[in-house]
């Protein structure tokens, strides 16, 4: 293992998405992941979405790096092993529904006096504590709860979603972040294991910028608004000659003017009532409309030279083939090569953050369910026959 996190362990009783994802960034960065599995069917990510020879493409970005374990939790012996590989943790990941993990009897009273340095990462819909904690809640509930489905969308539609799963990814996140602080904690000696609680729903809220206040003092209900930045102008999607869009974000004062200039507008570049945000939040429609004559002359690829040579922030809007094309994303590494099992190379996204000294890798994609159990088992101490045992209840 090689990264800034080789050395710890972390333990993933994860499906889907967002425990999942929390412990996948662990992975990439050097941890010793191992994801604990329902024999026969696994996680049903393997399942989900695009597959390749019977298994998804998803599942092996989400699972790179980690290793799999079979366990049948309800037995005996499963639940030993976990208590085994909990007592050596430092890290436990979960994403069942409050009080799941207290039934199979790996709530955290009991794995906590097993090992009191465990740092152990809880996240679900609502949270562990509240009225609210035992309704099921995926990550579209919590984008909806949020407040960011709300916000999401043009004036005149229902409220949309973004096209990935935000909700749970955002709350991989903020695991990710306690995680590491609570090990922070253990690391200096300053005290023990903690439980990091992350709600799906609180994920999302923690990104809402001035919601809260802006209704408090204000009454303002933010709604949704388009490709428009609300409260802040220009900044806008516009539409351009061949059909294509460009993102152009002219808010600030000296970019304003710089961006008036490239459009023929110098006029209202140099306007005292355009010469602050305030001002121009109340003319937003004629700023637009002057920008969306200009754009819809011109070619994207026009649009955006012009744009650039004028130092206005601007970009087209991606498709996942613009991504891979794209030679900034392959010079960041951003779009690494990987090789599935039966030999196939396929792109996958590469690593974030970029650490100049002890930058994160991919090792391997997603392994087969249980692929690592009889090595898990011997570094556990397990004996062969035990090993032979639970390999023979694994198959039948």
Known sequence: MSGPLAGL?????GTLIAAPFAARLFADFGAEVIKVEAPGAGDPLRRWRKLHKGTSLWWYLQARNKKSIALDLKSPEGLDIARSLAASA??????????????????????????????????SGYGQTGPYRERPGFGAIGEAMGGIRYTTGDPDSPPARVGISLGDSLASLHGVIGALMA????????????????????????????????????GTVRERTGGALPGIS????????????????????????????????????????????????????ELDAAITH????????????????????????????????????????????????DGTNVAMPGIVPKLSETPGSMRWVGPALGEHGTQILADLGYDADAIARFESEKTA
Do not use: C
């Not at 009273?109 to 996240?123: E, F, G, Q, T, W």
């Not at 904690?185 to 999302?204: A, H, I, M, N, T």
């Open 9 to 13: 362990r972390v333990l993933e009783f």
């Open 90 to 123: 430092d890290v436990v990941i979960e994403n069942f529904r409050p009080g799941g993990m207290e039934k199979l009897g790996l709530g955290w009273d009991a794995l906590s006096k097993l090992n009191p340095k465990l740092v152990m990462v809880r996240i």
């Open 183 to 218: 090990l922070l904690r253990v690391k200096s000696g300053d005290g023990g294991g903690q439980v990091v609680d992350v709600s799906l729903y609180e994920s999302v809220f923690n990104l809402m910028e001035s919601l809260v206040p802006e209704y408090d003092l204000l």
């Open 234 to 285: 220009p900044s806008n999607t516009y539409p351009t000659a061949d059909g294509g869009y460009v993102v152009i974000a002219g808010n600030s004062n000296p970019i304003f003017r710089r961006l008036m200039e490239a459009i023929g507008r110098p006029d209202l570049g140099t306007d005292p009532a355009l010469a602050d945000n305030d001002g121009r939040v109340a003319r937003n429609a």
């Open 294 to 341: 200009w754009t819809t002359g011109r070619s994207i690829d026009q649009a955006l030279a012009a744009l650039e040579a004028a130092e206005v922030p601007a970009g087209r809007i991606y498709s996942v083939a613009d991504i891979v094309d794209d030679a900034h994303y392959r010079a960041r590494d951003m779009i690494l090569s990987a090789r599935l099992p």
